[in-house]
């Protein structure tokens, strides 16, 4: 197997590591692959966007989803590091509220998966990280949402000594009581 699976703490949302292949020359590795990713999360998905980031050290974006054309994401960074975080939005979930997060870089070349119905977010922990995402579905920006990445509610425990650089959505993100979230 080219992947390995590790579970997080909310069972739906994915840690995936594939096997580097290194040598002098560098390394190579499969960043995707539609069979073995369905063959070992047992989710077949169709990919129809790709978004590349760059962000400075200390930059927070999210907790972003949309309420209407809910987006998958195969999340990973190609450069720097960051905490990349997963917030369960499905009322009738019994993990509503509960987050999981994990350390991505450009050295571990972890990815993760976070289904739709989840909020997705991430802050920038080296000096620069650039960020490459996958999503199901198109950016319907009329039904995009953010959830405020500091809400006491959900405990987020972000590895950060510092406030965040946010843009003005995320600043004015809701609180996990008044957001819309998934039936």
Known sequence: MAIQIKDTSLPEIKLIEPKVFGDARGYFYESFNAREF???????VTFVQDNHSRSSKGVLRGLHYQIEHAQGKLVRVVEG????????????????????????????????????????????????????YKTTDYWYPEHERSLLWND???????????????????AAGKLLSDADHFA
């Open 152 to 170: 006491p509610a959900l405990g987020i425990d972000w590895p950060i000594d510092f406030e965040p650089l946010l843009a003005a959505k995320d």
């Open 38 to 44: 369905a063959e070992q999360t047992g989710v077949d």
């Open 81 to 132: 590091e960051v905490f990349d975080v997963a917030v369960d939005l499905r009322k009738n979930s019994p993990n509503f509220g509960a987050w999981t997060g994990a350390l991505l870089s450009e050295s571990n070349h972890r990815q993760m998966w976070v289904p739709p119905g989840f909020a997705h977010g991430f802050v920038v922990l080296s000096d620069m990280a650039q960020f490459l």
